[in-house]
């Protein structure tokens, strides 16, 4: 297998993800693509993740809306880098256009991403479910190929079985706001509550927008018994 991927990348050789340059090595994106995207670094809030500007509390690190307790059933939320124009192609081409050779690159910033998650310690990772009439269609779960990358760089265990959406819903990008909500409610259950009661989930996704579908996900876990659920997502909307 290795001769093989010698002789192919003598034949093809690896190229930039993002704007198709050659690169000399398989490192997934050239550096001008690298330098465009908005990664979120410090200072971020460290419950929820959002980009700290101006008015926070310094020592506390928390945003305006976590200060305020504001209730989320999740315990920390990560995602890589910002979701917009720079970054918007890697994405998208992951998702629909079964560019997966990207999996290993996004698992790999959403790994460094998550390092708060992975030191406050996690039990099970678990991907956002497709319901199964769309992976028919699509052929893959893109968030369990990046939970199953996630689950090897950090040696937590995978469970893609034990949360399920049992109800079709409409694309939540077509909806806005009190819609989202209404389209995703109840969607997912938990078939077996013994792989979930007492653990401490990581919920994997791609885009963090509004948080509607990974909220509805977190409450079916707490509801199974779920000890904590943080989320981990490769962009988020800011
Ligand atoms: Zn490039
Ligand atoms: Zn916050």
């Known amino acids: 297998?290795?001769?093989?991927?010698?002789?192919?990348?003598?034949?093809?050789?690896?190229?930039?993800?993002?704007?198709?340059k050659v690169l000399p090595d398989n490192r997934g994106l050239c550096s001008k693509c690298i330098e465009e995207i908005n990664f979120i670094t410090q200072p971020y809030c460290k419950k929820c993740g959002h980009p700290l500007e101006g008015n926070f509390d310094n020592k506390k690190m928390l945003c305006g809306s976590c200060l305020s307790k504001k209730r989320t059933?999740?315990?920390?939320?990560?995602?890589?880098?910002?979701?917009?124009?720079?970054?918007k192609h890697l994405i998208l081409s992951f998702k629909f256009h079964d560019k997966t050779d990207n999996t290993s690159l996004l698992a790999k910033m959403m790994y460094v991403a998550g390092e708060d998650i992975f030191k406050a310690g996690a039990d099970v990772i678990i991907p956002v479910p497709l319901h199964y009439s769309r992976l028919l269609k699509r052929k893959y779960n893109q968030s369990a190929l990046l939970g199953h990358e996630l689950s090897r760089l950090s040696g937590i265990k995978l469970d893609c079985r034990s949360l399920v959406k049992h109800r079709r819903t409409r694309p939540q990008v077509e909806l806005r706001g009190k819609e989202r909500l209404e389209n995703v409610k109840g969607a997912f259950s938990v078939k077996r509550t013994e792989n979930i009661k007492g653990k401490r989930v990581i919920l994997i996704d791609d885009v963090l927008t509004t948080g509607t579908t990974l909220k509805e996900c977190a409450y079916a876990l707490k509801k199974a018994g779920a000890k904590s659920v943080d989320t981990l997502t490769i962009a988020r909307v800011i």
């Open 1 to 20: 297998m290795k001769f093989l991927d010698q002789i192919l990348s003598y034949i093809l050789p690896p190229r930039c993800l993002k704007c198709g």
């Open 73 to 87: 059933p999740f315990r920390l939320s990560r995602s890589a880098f910002r979701y917009d124009e720079n970054s």
